[in-house]
């Protein structure tokens, strides 16, 4: 049996551990936090380097996007110094990819009408692919980096402005400490409602889902949440809020979505190749030889 675990800088309440089959081969799936510790973080790496087929980074990202020009975290680079014969991803590859074809899947089989929907993106550096098709067919969208990653009250609501502020600032933000800009470990578990106008002004609610998670108000009546890594608890959260509709990017197992990270590590092992050498093409052939569609959950009404 394969074995694929995400070792994730959030918190270990949320672990889950399942088995699935892809192609007739039976993979292991495991996410582990560590509660934001960084030190058990890479002696878990160290403890699992070699016994597993392929690692996720959980909990944060090594890469962030302005357009075709990526830019890494040098600090979570180093929490993977350890990983000497195992394979380790970090979802990026495959974001591109599945959440760019999830955006235009929704779309043209009527699921969404993104036209007639007012957007909110939590955060558009860590999925462009997301970022851009959703600002291609939205009818108004918002970018909230400046707001959720760096608490800056401030709305980009332009694919121009995002850009273009991305590039001036990506440089800078990949030497802050991930943990400024990131919730881990604890922190995940709590809810501070706050920046509530952006939530009520918009239909669909998209991106990291701990983004979306951090500042929820106790009404999101009617909205449309589109994400992944949601736990079954998360689920009934949000159906207690009033979500109308959940959708995620990943396929749901034993009622939890995985990260992109947890599927990118799955289809590396499958393809038998590094991740630098696959091409968007190739993961979005494989998603669709898997069957690959977006789950949809009908929470309420």
Request: hydrophobic share 40%; charged share 25%; with cysteine.
């Amino acid at each position: 049996m394969n074995r694929v675990v995400s070792v994730s800088l959030g918190s270990s309440k949320r672990d889950k551990k399942v088995t699935e089959t892809f192609f007739g081969t039976e993979f292991e799936i495991e996410r582990i936090g560590t509660d934001g510790d960084m030190e058990k973080y890479r002696q878990k790496i160290a403890e699992l380097d070699g016994k597993v087929d392929a690692f996720g980074v959980g909990g944060t990202d090594i890469y962030i996007y302005a357009g075709d020009k990526r830019y890494t975290f040098n600090e979570i680079v180093k929490l993977w110094s350890n990983a000497k014969k195992t394979p380790f991803v970090d979802g990026s590859g495959l974001k591109h990819t599945l959440e760019r074809e999830t955006v235009a899947y929704l779309q043209d089989n009527g699921v969404v009408d993104f036209k007639s929907k007012n957007v909110l993106l939590v955060c558009a550096v860590d999925r462009f692919g997301m970022a851009e098709a959703l600002a291609t067919r939205a009818k108004s969208i918002v970018f909230g980096d400046m707001i959720f990653n760096l608490g800056i009250n401030i709305p980009i609501k332009s694919w121009g402005t995002l850009t273009g502020l991305a590039r001036i600032l990506l440089p800078i933000i990949i030497h802050v400490p991930f943990k400024y800009l990131y919730p881990t470990g604890p922190k995940q578990d709590a809810i501070t409602p706050k920046y509530g106008k952006y939530y009520a002004n918009a239909d669909v609610i998209a991106g990291d889902f701990h983004l979306i998670r951090r500042y929820m108000p106790d009404d999101l009546k009617g909205k449309i949440i589109l994400t992944n890594t949601t736990t079954e608890e998360d689920v009934e959260e949000l159906r207690k809020r009033g979500v109308a509709r959940l959708i995620t990017t990943t396929p749901v197992f034993s009622g939890r979505s995985f990260g992109t990270n947890v599927m990118e590590a799955v289809l590396i092992t499958l393809m038998g190749k590094p991740a630098d050498q696959i091409s968007p093409e190739e993961y979005l052939s494989r998603l669709k030889e898997l069957g690959w569609k977006p789950q949809i959950q009908q929470l309420n009404g």
